[in-house]
């Protein structure tokens, strides 16, 4: 949990809506709903996305804490209505006036919450576990980081990302290709991407504890992305280079100091060092596939093909946007604890 900009979400994938309260956010910083659902159609779209993304077109309401376009100091609730609800109204009601004693679907998918969640949560209905472990959360999640990204706008920091690899590919066309192949064998893809922020001013982290490190955090937040199983921060090849080639050595250019390596990916000792902040993650294929899985049924203990329901055939770009967007909120985070204050011009006067 983040301290100073906190938030939680809410919502199913198939359910009504999801929602988002933001705490801790001063006064007089503008959001921009526009920029959020620029930020929200980016997460929907990339070359592999599936059948829901044509039914969604994610818009956020902004229901309270901002006032003619500027935050007001108090909560910043944000809601994306699931337009699919209305064909999972009965399956999803939260009235008991609707249960049935059919179960939605029994059969584990492997590689998703399905198994472990039906045990720790005593559920057997794997619905129950699936609508809130689907990535369809990774929307409300990238409308808070773009009221993040909007924050750190203000103090001239700004991020990109790029794909470095699917599957084989190396090149954009090649990760079409890829793509296309994967998904006429009725496969999936994950990937590889990175993230950078810019312009960071020196500091933020720390090192005098092990849960104030900057390094630690970002890779938490990243980690976190359903389907991501590997973070690094900097030159991922650090295991086999020497430390003369590796540490990125300090000159002075005109009494600055300057590197000419970025190997720490801005980050030394947990905190920022004015480098860019690199980050590159990986992520799964996406576990639900036409192609058969082998797995066991829970309601009579047979083996048996998992249960498919639509997908998408890699997700990576969308992956890479959630990654932006978490990485945002972190960062925010530490640019509030840093330089604190209640409104935006306090905050400015100290940064
Ligand atoms: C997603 C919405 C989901 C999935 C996908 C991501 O919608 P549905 O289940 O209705 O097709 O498309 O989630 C997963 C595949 C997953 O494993 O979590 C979204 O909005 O990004």
């Avoid at 007089?28 to 990339?46: C, M, T, V």
């Avoid at 209305?86 to 999803?92: F, S």
């Avoid at 992305?225 to 900097?234: D, E, H, L, Q, T």
């Avoid at 990916?265 to 947990?270: P, R, S, V």
Wanted: glycine share 10%; hydrophobic share 35%; net charge negative.
């Amino acid at each position: 949990m983040l301290d100073k900009f906190r938030f939680l979400t809410a919502g199913e994938s198939h359910g009504k809506c999801l929602t988002a309260i933001i705490e801790g956010i001063p006064a007089g910083f503008e959001i921009n709903p526009d920029f959020i659902n620029n930020e929200l159609e980016r997460r929907q779209g990339g070359y592999g996305r599936g059948e829901r993304m044509k039914i969604e077109t994610d818009t956020v309401e902004i229901t309270s804490g901002v006032r003619f376009g500027k935050t007001l100091g108090s909560p910043v609730t944000l809601v994306i209505q699931n337009r699919d609800f209305e064909n999972w109204q009965k399956i999803m009601s939260t009235s008991p006036d609707d249960f049935t004693s059919e179960k939605s679907f029994t059969k584990y998918r492997p590689g998703h919450a399905d198994f472990a969640g039906s045990v720790k949560y005593n559920q057997t209905d794997l619905r129950n576990i699936l609508e809130r472990s689907s990535a369809r959360k990774t929307a409300v999640e990238v409308a808070v980081g773009a009221v993040a990204k909007q924050i750190l706008a203000q103090f001239d920091i700004r991020c990109t990302s790029r794909i470095i690899q699917i599957g084989q590919g190396k090149t954009e066309e090649e990760f079409r290709s890829e793509i296309d192949k994967a998904k006429e064998a009725g496969d999936t893809l994950g990937g590889k991407f990175e993230v950078v922020f810019e312009n960071l001013p020196v500091g933020l982290g720390s090192y005098v504890h092990w849960d104030r490190m900057l390094d630690g955090k970002i890779a938490q937040a990243v980690m976190s992305i359903p389907a991501v199983k590997s973070v690094s921060i900097g030159n991922h090849h650090a295991y086999k280079m020497l430390g003369s080639e590796f540490h990125d050595q300090m000159y002075l250019e005109n009494g600055k100091i300057v590197r000419k390596t970025n190997n720490a990916g801005g980050i030394e000792g947990g905190m920022t060092n004015g480098e860019p902040v690199v980050v590159t993650a990986v992520m799964k294929p996406i576990p639900t596939l036409k192609k058969s899985l082998n797995t066991v049924d829970m309601e009579n203990m047979t083996e048996c093909e998992a249960h498919f329901e639509r997908s998408d055939t890699c997700a990576v770009e969308a992956c890479s946007v959630v990654a932006e967007n978490r990485i945002a909120c972190v960062l925010v985070d530490e640019v509030f604890s840093k330089y604190g204050g209640d409104s935006l011009e306090e905050i400015k006067a100290r940064f």
